[in-house]
């Protein structure tokens, strides 16, 4: 997909069929969750923004398939894939959804603060670009103590337009910290497209001004996405420092459930639907290798779908959080202890 030619080896070719199943399965559980959020935001059952993940599923999918569950990663406004590929439980994704008591922040987060530190999930974030440096100090950490773990930092287009980019590539680079950046360049910003807000031709690009190695891959195709990461992750966790890979995808959704889309044209999201769909593309792949058939692609569907039914029904008989419990948690103290700041 770039113009350099990629220096990947094919490693996925070499796994077993169980572990390519497992991509597909992950890839499918996303995009239930995902399917039924939407439709659950529209019948009002959730409430805030929900940024949907649709359509991208191969990125979280295929850098994940390469990480441990004590490596760290932070997401974004829109980390729900990146949540349940990195192994968090649905059922209390969703009931923070709901705003119930028994989900991920007690209720009192929503869809941009669901984190699970057990897993190495270090939050998605209502902050553009607020992750970067968050993952750089979860790999300074892993540096400090001399694990060997890995953090991943995923990022949109918009992101890599922050300040916060340049200070996190910058620290990375010159302290040669084990840190991915992943970008997941999905040709939008809310309404801007990538050809007005990026200067560089591609994202990857950037990489050079912090004397990293850079690629651009393509983000609909889990293979291709999980040879790189296999790759970069690989050379992060040998102590050979960070690198930024570029996933070109496509939002095949709004920017948020309930966007007017006035930005775009039916007719470009139709075609990215029909021929770049990153599950139709893996699926007919395996189907052609004969690794799979028709009756195996349904059963994962069909567990899909009663997961997250599972999912709902756990959200829907969990009781809201106490009123009382508002200001529990906090890292400041509340202004219910001591009544006497409140003025
Ligand atoms: C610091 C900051 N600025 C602006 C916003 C409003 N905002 C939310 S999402 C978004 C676009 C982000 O685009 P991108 O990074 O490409 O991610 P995508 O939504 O395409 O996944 C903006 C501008 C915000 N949440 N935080
Ligand atoms: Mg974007």
């Not at 360049?185 to 497209?193: D, F």
């Not at 912090?210 to 690629?215: C, F, P, Q």
């Amino acid at each position: 997909m770039s113009e350099t030619k990629n220096p990947f080896p094919d490693l996925f070719d070499s796994l077993s069929v169980e572990e390519k199943m497992k991509m597909l399965e992950t890839m499918i559980r996303i995009r239930t969750f995902e399917t039924h959020v939407e439709e659950l935001f529209m019948n009002k059952k959730i409430f805030g923004f929900v940024h949907l993940y649709i359509g991208e599923e191969a990125i979280a999918t295929g850098v994940m398939a390469n990480l441990r569950v004590d490596d760290y990663i932070t997401s974004t406004h829109r980390g729900h894939g990146h949540a349940i590929a990195k192994g968090a439980n649905t059922s209390r994704m969703m009931a923070e959804l709901f705003g119930r008591k028994t989900g991920y922040c007690k209720g009192k987060g929503g869809s941009m603060h669901i984190a699970d530190f057990s897993i190495g999930m270090l939050g998605a974030n209502g902050v553009v670009g607020g992750g970067f440096n968050i993952a750089v100090g979860a790999a300074l950490s892993s540096q400090i103590k001399k694990t060997d773990q890995v953090a991943v930092c995923f990022f949109g287009d918009g992101a890599s337009n922050r300040g916060t980019f340049h200070e996190a590539l910058n620290l990375a680079s010159i302290w040669k910290l084990p840190v991915l950046f992943v970008n997941e360049n999905n040709q939008y910003a809310s309404t801007t497209p990538v050809s007005y807000a990026v200067s560089a031709q591609h994202v990857a690009d950037r990489a050079k001004g912090y004397g990293i190695e850079g690629y651009t891959v393509d983000g609909n195709n889990v293979t291709e996405v999980y040879d790189a990461a296999a790759y970069l992750i690989g050379k992060a966790r040998e102590g050979k420092g960070p690198a930024l890979l570029e996933c070109l995808t496509y939002r095949v959704k709004g920017h948020f459930v309930g966007d007017p889309e006035r930005y775009r044209t039916r007719e470009e999201v139709k075609k990215m639907i029909d021929e770049r769909d990153p599950i139709k593309l893996y699926k007919n792949r395996l189907l052609e290798e004969g690794l799979t058939n028709e009756a195996g692609i349904a059963k994962l569907y069909d567990q899909a779908e009663l997961e997250i039914q599972a999912a709902i029904d756990f959200a829907e008989a969990s009781p809201f959080p106490d009123p009382q419990e508002a200001l529990d948690d906090l890292f400041s103290f509340s202004p219910m202890e001591f009544p006497e700041v409140q003025q």
